[in-house]
């Protein structure tokens, strides 16, 4: 460490050039402030690097390679389809390239300083910046805190040999002939699924009754049927006990109830949540920035922490691991700071888990609205009988509208389909602006669209449906 060295002056120093980051660099510095941002990793976070992007380009070479095999259906023979996954691995580099460097020059454009390295706060206005090369001494006005998180390693099944990561599980050479995921959430259902497409035998093995807990069962519960017909085999209510490995597989050990079974692959994928990076060498109590006991950082509607000059977002506050709950918290600390009346109001934040078929939820489900005191009405509307649902030979699933009776207020929606993640937007902005159901049943759909059943199912829950009985 650099001994009597003077501070340099800035007006914002953000920590983590992940989503939430470099959202809150670039908005900062659109404010008129001067605005360092560091990363000790790459710009564009997990997100870009190791997560949303490089995931999202592998399950969609996936779709296309299944898509292709399944081609008969609307009277194509197209012949086996091969898989070079050398090349579906360049194709996901390329995507992450070209993403990773389109932040960068928006961060150059406005005049943003970046810094790749770490940092270390010294006092609660002050923190060293240093990498194997300088550690420059910044002074800030203001601080915004984005570290992010890593995926939690189990004691029993430390990321090792044949014991992976979701950051492993995105960069493997080939594609394994088998597969165990421990943990039947939204990423271990994503990476699980995406490699059964490609023919790799999965089982997934989930502690509690169901995959995807943070969706309502009956969108679980299609997908579930899914993975069964895709070499996917799922065991609830199991609890993993150990692992043995050897050169050219692992065995797991797991349990349901009392009894004792055993399942061997080539791979262990363990996908058991995130941990905060709040731990190391960060310095946040000498900050003077309240962490709770599982590593959370403490915030206000604004993202203040108990250092009113330091905010933090993302996946060390407490919330979803979501980069669009990042980025959005970004620009609310930014215009904080700018001194904007802006604060966090969580009712709009979509869930999307990218599985086949896809799920996303925005607002409150059924449960939660009669929870809340609503007296609830609900309008649900099949794909099956949808026109573009059929012709696209994807009728599985719904979408679920749930709204207050007495005043027509949509209040949440639930899709499980096809394009669920594009869909879902229109129902935020709903939500968002005070909609009923029968602004979205006045608002003209295309036709044919999947956009039309959340039309049908707004028409479902006043009670006159144009294309279903009402029984």
């Given at each position: 460490m650099v001994?009597?060295?003077?501070s340099?002056?800035?007006?914002?120093?953000?920590?983590g050039?992940?989503?939430g980051?470099?959202?809150?660099?670039?908005?900062?510095?659109?404010?008129?402030?001067?605005v360092?941002?560091?990363?000790?990793?790459?710009?564009?976070?997990?997100?870009?690097?190791?997560?949303?992007?490089?995931?999202?380009?592998?399950?969609?070479a996936?779709?296309?390679?299944e898509?292709?095999?399944?081609?008969s259906?609307?009277?194509i023979e197209?012949?086996e389809a091969?898989?070079?996954?050398s090349?579906?691995?360049?194709f996901k580099?390329?995507v992450v390239?070209?993403?990773?460097?389109?932040?960068?020059s928006?961060?150059?454009?406005?005049?943003v300083?970046?810094?790749?390295?770490?940092?270390?706060?010294?006092?609660?206005?002050?923190?060293?910046?240093?990498?194997?090369?300088?550690?420059?001494r910044?002074?800030f006005?203001?601080?915004i805190?984005?570290?992010?998180?890593?995926p939690?390693?189990?004691?029993?099944?430390?990321?090792?040999?044949?014991?992976?990561?979701?950051?492993?599980?995105?960069?493997?050479?080939?594609v394994?002939?088998?597969?165990?995921?421990?943990?039947?959430?939204?990423?271990?259902i994503?990476?699980?699924q995406?490699?059964?497409?490609?023919g790799?035998?999965?089982t997934?093995?989930?502690?509690?009754?169901?995959?995807?807990?943070?969706?309502d069962?009956?969108?679980?519960?299609?997908?579930?049927k899914?993975l069964?017909?895709?070499?996917?085999?799922?065991?609830?209510?199991?609890?993993?006990?150990?692992?043995?490995?050897?050169?050219?597989?692992?065995?797991l050990t797991?349990?349901?109830?009392?009894?004792?079974?055993?399942?061997t692959?080539e791979?262990?994928?363990?996908?058991?949540?995130?941990?905060?990076?709040?731990?190391?060498?960060?310095g946040?109590?000498?900050?003077?920035?309240?962490v709770?006991?599982?590593?959370?950082?403490?915030?206000?509607?604004?993202t203040?922490?108990s250092n009113?000059n330091?905010?933090?977002?993302?996946?060390?506050?407490?919330?979803?691991?979501?980069?669009?709950?990042?980025?959005?918290?970004?620009r609310v600390?930014?215009?904080?700071i700018?001194?904007?009346?802006?604060?966090?109001?969580?009712?709009?934040?979509?869930?999307?888990?990218?599985s086949?078929?896809?799920?996303?939820?925005?607002?409150?489900?059924?449960?939660?609205?009669?929870e809340?005191?609503?007296?609830?009405?609900?309008?649900?509307?099949?794909f099956?009988?949808?026109?573009?649902?059929?012709?696209?030979n994807?009728?599985?699933?719904?979408?679920?509208?749930?709204a207050?009776?007495?005043?027509g207020?949509?209040?949440?929606?639930?899709?499980?389909?096809?394009?669920?993640?594009?869909?879902i937007a229109?129902?935020?902005l709903?939500?968002?602006?005070?909609?009923?159901?029968?602004?979205?049943?006045?608002?003209?759909?295309?036709?044919?669209?999947?956009?039309?059943?959340?039309?049908?199912?707004?028409?479902v829950?006043l009670?006159?449906?144009?294309?279903?009985v009402?029984?």
């Open positions: 001994v009597g060295d003077a340099l002056d800035i007006d914002t120093l953000v920590i050039a992940g989503p980051g470099y959202v809150a660099a670039i908005r900062a510095a659109q404010l008129g402030q001067n360092l941002v560091v990363d000790k990793e790459y710009v564009g976070g997990v997100c870009l690097n190791v997560g949303c992007i490089p995931s999202k380009a592998l399950i969609s996936a779709h296309q390679y898509s292709i095999n399944h081609a259906a609307f009277g197209a012949g091969k898989v070079n996954f090349k579906v691995q360049e580099n390329g390239k070209k993403l990773t460097g389109g932040v960068a928006l961060l150059k454009a406005n005049k300083q970046y810094f790749n390295g770490e940092v270390m706060f010294i006092n609660e206005n002050e923190a060293r910046v240093f990498n194997d090369q300088e550690a420059p910044y002074r006005k203001n601080c805190i984005a570290t992010g998180s890593r939690i390693e189990l004691k029993a099944f430390p990321f090792k040999g044949r014991i992976i990561s979701s950051t492993g599980a995105l960069s493997l050479p080939e394994p002939k088998s597969l165990i995921v421990i943990g039947g959430g939204y990423i271990g994503e990476l699980g995406m490699y059964s497409k490609f790799t035998k999965v997934v093995i989930e502690g509690g009754d169901t995959i995807l807990p943070g969706f069962k009956d969108m679980s519960s299609i997908v579930a899914k069964k017909g895709t070499n996917v085999d799922i065991v609830t209510g199991a609890m993993a006990q150990s692992a043995e490995q050897t050169d050219s597989d692992v065995t797991y349990k349901v109830g009392d009894k004792e079974e055993k399942v692959a791979y262990l994928l363990v996908t058991v949540g995130r941990r905060p990076n709040t731990d190391g060498e960060l946040l109590e000498l900050a003077g920035v309240k709770s006991e599982r590593g959370l950082i403490e915030v206000d509607s604004q203040r922490t009113p330091i905010y933090a977002i993302g996946d060390v506050i407490a919330g979803p691991a979501l980069a669009h709950k990042a980025m959005y918290e970004g600390a930014a215009e904080a700018a001194g904007l009346p802006s604060v966090v109001d969580y009712k709009c934040i979509p869930a999307v888990c990218f086949d078929p896809e799920c996303a939820s925005v607002g409150y489900t059924e449960k939660e609205a009669k809340k005191g609503h007296n609830v009405k609900v309008g649900k509307f099949p099956a009988i949808n026109g573009r649902a059929l012709s696209l994807a009728t599985e699933g719904f979408v679920k509208l749930v207050d009776k007495d005043t207020l949509v209040l949440g929606a639930q899709i499980v389909g096809s394009e669920a993640s594009n869909m229109e129902l935020g709903a939500i968002e602006m005070g909609a009923t159901l029968e602004d979205i049943a006045l608002t003209i759909h295309a036709h044919p669209t999947l956009g039309e059943i959340v039309l049908d199912a707004a028409e829950a009670g006159h449906p144009i294309h279903t009402v029984k």
